[in-house]
T-cell receptor, first 114, second 110 residues
Framework: EPEVTQTPSHQVTQMGQEVILRCVPISNHLYFYWYRQILGQKVEFLVSFYNNEISEKSEIFDDQFSVERPDGSNFTLKIRSTKLEDSAMYFC????????????FGPGTRLTVL | RKEVEQDPGPFNVPEGATVAFNCTYSNSASQSFFWYRQDCRKEPKLLMSVYSSGNEDGRFTAQLNRASQYISLLIRDSKLSDSATYLCVVNDGNTDKLIFGTGTRLQVFP
């Protein structure tokens, strides 16, 4: 069964450093998403991406965040200057969107900012 | 009113029991409805989409009441492996953005 993959599984970084989280969506999917989940809290939407551009972003997704699809398979989330409050689990998801927008999630990257 | 509201539980039930979870959502423009399950420190896994006519997948039955903005999930013949957090999820109006509830924790004991 096809699945979304993410690397690394765990990233530890110092405050102020840049991190890039990587995702390989399901191969025939065209819609890509990033969500995050702070420990003990609910899953929150960050951004959606289609046709090489952002379709929607949340208020969390400020100028410190960016997304990119650098090639035909990868989808990345960059945080330019990490803050302590960026520590969370980051999930990538993808969807074929037809007929129902069922989104399938990767295993997540646990980001710890020290 | 919270966007998606669920009873956090926990629901502690014996194997073989039937258990029901409820959820309400605030955006009447929502079009897509789902139940996901999440095991501790793992990703949300799609359990089932929820349709207006109601739908069933094995031991799981989901119902949607658009007028009341209410979604339910019924699990029959609970198994130990059903122990997880069940997330009620709706899309935000006409967008792809998914809004998650905080989840209802289920613990099935032998």
């Amino acid at each position: 069964e096809p699945e979304v993959t993410q690397t690394p599984s765990h990233q530890v970084t110092q405050m102020g450093q840049e991190v890039i989280l990587r995702c390989v969506p399901i191969s025939n999917h065209l819609y890509f998403y990033w969500y995050r989940q702070i420990l003990g809290q609910k899953v929150e939407f960050l951004v959606s991406f289609y046709n090489n551009e952002i379709s929607e972003k949340s208020e969390i997704f400020d100028d410190q965040f960016s997304v990119e699809r650098p090639d035909g398979s990868n989808f990345t989330l960059k945080i330019r200057s990490t803050k302590l409050e960026d520590s969370a689990m980051y999930f990538c998801a993808s969807s074929a969107r037809s007929p129902v927008n069922e989104q399938f999630f990767g295993p997540g990257t646990r980001l710890t900012v020290l | 009113r919270k966007e998606v509201e669920q009873d956090p539980g926990p629901f502690n039930v014996p194997e073989g029991a039937t258990v029901a979870f409820n959820c309400t959502y605030s955006n009447s423009a929502s079009q897509s409805f789902f139940w996901y399950r999440q095991d501790c420190r793992k990703e949300p896994k799609l359990l089932m989409s929820v349709y207006s006519s109601g739908n069933e997948d094995g031991r799981f039955t989901a119902q949607l009441n658009r007028a009341s903005q209410y979604i339910s999930l019924l699990i029959r013949d609970s198994k130990l492996s059903d122990s997880a957090t069940y997330l009620c999820v709706v899309n935000d109006g006409n967008t792809d953005k998914l809004i998650f509830g905080t989840g209802t924790r289920l613990q099935v004991f032998p």
